[in-house]
């Protein structure tokens, strides 16, 4: 196993080395004794920018070599390896291509980060509205039919940004869109935060870095395995700058990266090289996965929940369940929680599994615990869903045009209609469900009422729960 980054981590620490830079935990010389034994080990790794380490903003060495292997792997011009997460990604390939009070299309059900992108750049949002799945009740992937009237109502935009896979794991094949985007020149910009592991082939979805996509961004420690924050950058494009997203990345991310997050992307890209040349591995991994859908589909208060979506294509590592006794995915949940289940996340209808890529993890599902836990609960109605029509939309007002407003808090009763001032985001999975600037309608209400009985938890407006949202009105 070739991996020049965690290799030369090792190396350094084997000649116990002393020192005097930072940071202060000296190699675990200075730390909590209670919490050595479980830090011990990773704070040998945990370096700096010393002669022989590299430096990730002007990697010449071993991060340098590392990066250039993922790019290999991934059959790209160049990756480089984020420590803040897909969001830092996400942020400085928007800002490196996206220009002031231009348009750009983007997938309506994209993360926060996507949207709080846009709004640094000050571009202004054309938000293409998802297929809805039917069985799964989530929005999926953006249909080519939308994107070629986008592109045709707004030749002139920046960029087409799109989410591929959802949460869910549900993907389109984005070729076509990106061959019609680059007829127009306009880039691709992909958040593939939950397909670091397509590169494999099938029978997971095709990539979109196959797809011929601009930008590529990965969240490496979703699917493979590296550390929480550890993601990946690809460009393969020439209507993407690679020296402009560097400059953002090097504004965006931190000044003193993790060496431990770095070296455990340098080892999930070599784990991947070791499942892409073993075919039996491969077949153990989806032996495991089908064996554990039985072991699923053998509970009688569970059931998968399977989309009949003929275009889309479906990753094998997640799994969607839900309830045959009528709880809600919160409240199946919670009782999964009771019996030492934590899943990825929950909504109203189902519960999200995210499945090992690999054979070897237990799965270590309780089913007698959970059939225990349920057999005692009552049956409840599901709510319905809101569904937009709308398939392309911008907000009333551009971000620089909210700056001559202010902000003030009403009942959601009285917030219908206006402009909301913060966004509403049920997380996981980071989704708004309202957007800053966007109209308040009354079926955003209604959501927002359903997924608070639901028990489900928001980031954006902290009023909420207390069923108040803040509002822009105009300053006088």
Request: aromatic share 8%; charged share 20%.
């Amino acid at each position: 196993m070739v991996t020049p980054l965690y290799t030369e981590l090792k190396r350094h620490a084997s000649k116990n080395p002393v020192s005097f830079h930072v940071p202060g935990h000296k190699y675990g010389q200075v730390f909590p004794q209670e919490a050595l034994e479980d830090f011990a080990h990773i704070l040998q790794l945990d370096a700096t920018e010393i002669t022989g380490l590299d430096d990730l903003h002007n990697p010449s060495g071993p991060i340098a070599e590392a990066q250039s292997l993922a790019a290999e792997l991934y059959k790209v011009e160049k990756t480089f390896f984020l420590v803040n997460g897909s969001t830092s990604g996400n942020l400085a390939m928007i800002l490196a291509c996206c220009e002031k009070d231009k348009p750009v299309l983007v997938q309506r059900n994209s993360h926060k980060s996507i949207i709080s992108g846009i709004r640094l750049a000050g571009a202004r949002p054309v938000f293409l509205s998802p297929k809805y799945d039917e069985e799964l009740k989530v929005p999926t992937y953006v249909e080519q039919e939308t994107i070629a009237e986008a592109i045709k109502q707004f030749p002139d935009a920046q960029a087409l940004i799109l989410t591929s896979p959802n949460y869910y794991g549900v993907s389109n094949d984005i070729h076509d869109a990106v061959e019609l985007a680059h007829e127009n020149n306009i880039p691709v910009l992909v958040d593939e935060a939950h397909g670091a592991h397509f590169v494999l082939g099938s029978p997971f979805p095709r990539s979109a870095v196959e797809a011929g996509a601009d930008v590529i961004v990965q969240s490496a420690h979703k699917t493979l395995p590296a550390m929480t924050m550890g993601s990946y950058l690809h460009v393969n494009s020439k209507f993407a700058d690679a020296d402009r997203i560097a400059y953002f990345l090097s504004i965006l991310q931190s000044s003193s990266p993790s060496y431990p997050i770095m070296a455990s992307l340098d080892l999930a890209r070599a784990y991947l090289n070791e499942l892409k040349t073993s075919e039996q591995s491969l077949h153990d991994i989806f032996h495991s996965i089908e064996n554990f859908k039985n072991h699923i589909s053998g509970i009688d208060e569970l059931s998968i929940v399977t989309s009949k979506d003929q275009y889309a294509s479906f990753d094998p590592l997640k799994l969607t369940v839900k309830s045959t006794i009528g709880l809600s995915g919160f409240e199946l949940q919670g009782h999964l929680e009771a019996s030492g289940i934590y899943t990825e996340l929950a909504d109203l209808q189902n519960v999200l599994l995210v499945l090992p890529l690999s054979n070897k993890q237990k799965t270590k599902f309780g089913y007698k615990p959970i059939k225990r836990s349920l057999f005692q609960n009552k049956r409840v109605k599901m709510p319905a869903i809101n569904n937009p029509l709308v398939k392309i939309s911008m907000l009333p007002l551009s971000y620089y045009q909210l700056n001559g407003y202010s902000k003030e808090a009403v009942s959601f009763q009285g917030a219908i209609g206006l402009l909301s001032g913060d966004a509403v985001i049920p997380y996981p999975p980071g989704i708004p469900l309202l957007m800053e600037g966007e109209k308040i309608t009354e079926g955003h209400i209604e959501e927002m009422k359903q997924l608070i009985r639901g028990g489900a938890r928001f980031q954006g407006s902290q009023m909420i729960n207390e069923e108040k949202l803040a509002v822009y009105i105009k300053k006088r």
